[in-house]
């Protein structure tokens, strides 16, 4: 069973950074593409990033709003996503997913729990 | 940018069919795929490629995909589907990926 488990939400101040990761179990962590999908809280679903995987170049793609601030990574040694935040706004304020992609597709078939990361002075 | 659009809200009595749209366009040019997100609960993939299920979602869940509108259909509607859906895409050459804004299925 895929396990997927955000970690270092928290609150920032605006202008701040912030990192959370993800631990992934369960599956070949090395072949797959992940993203990051986020929610402000009763609001919708936005996705983020995506890292495709070592083997498909490793490169990342950012959604319009977080280009040139958030960074994605991977820890092949230790099963984990990371998404590194800068000059954080708030209306960057939301529960942060891990996900990963069903095969080299854009379907995101396995959801961690969410973290929360609120963005306020 | 690529925008989707869902209705906000949907309602359906129990054992009736429920239709929840998503509108871009030319979708039907792209691949779709929906997710479920009950209260309190991360969202789960139930359809995707347009129409296929995944493992384990019931049959009464289907999906299409044509013209400038996708559909989930929801055949004989149970209390346990009320939720909110999110319709999905991406743009391969840009490599990015759009939700539409949700729709909150109440079975009343």
């Known amino acids: 069973e895929v396990q997927l488990v955000e970690s270092g939400g928290g609150l920032v101040k605006p202008g701040g950074s912030l990192r959370v990761s993800c631990a992934a179990s369960?599956?070949?962590?090395?072949?797959?593409?992940m993203s990051w999908v986020r929610q402000v809280p009763g609001k919708g679903l936005e996705w983020v990033g995506r890292?495709?995987?070592?083997?498909?170049?490793?490169?990342?793609d950012y959604a319009a709003p977080v280009k040139d601030r958030f960074i994605i990574s991977r820890d092949e040694s230790k099963n984990t996503l990371h998404l590194q935040m800068k000059s954080l706004q708030n209306d960057d304020t939301a529960v942060y997913y891990c996900?990963?992609?069903?095969?080299?597709?854009?379907?995101?078939?396995?959801w961690g729990q969410g973290t929360l990361v609120t963005v306020s002075s | 940018s690529y925008d989707l659009t869902q209705p906000p809200s949907v309602s359906v009595s129990p054992g009736q069919t429920a239709s929840i749209t998503c509108s871009g366009d030319?979708?039907?040019?792209?691949?779709v795929c929906w997710y479920q997100q009950k209260p309190s609960q991360s969202p789960v993939l139930i359809i995707y490629q347009d129409s296929r299920r995944r493992p384990g979602i019931p049959e009464r869940f289907s999906g299409s995909n044509s013209g400038d509108t996708a559909t989930l259909t929801i055949s004989g509607t149970q209390a346990m589907d009320e939720a909110d859906y999110y319709c999905?895409?991406?743009?391969?050459?840009?490599?990015?990926?759009?939700f539409g804004g949700g729709t909150k299925l109440t079975v009343l």
């Open positions: 996900v990963t992609h069903l095969r080299q597709s854009y379907y995101f078939d396995n």
């Open positions: 999905q895409t991406w743009n391969s050459t840009a490599s990015t990926v759009v």
């Open positions: 030319k979708l039907g040019d792209r691949y």
């Open positions: 369960g599956l070949i962590f090395t072949n797959v593409w």
């Open positions: 890292i495709k995987s070592n083997a498909d170049g490793g490169t990342t």
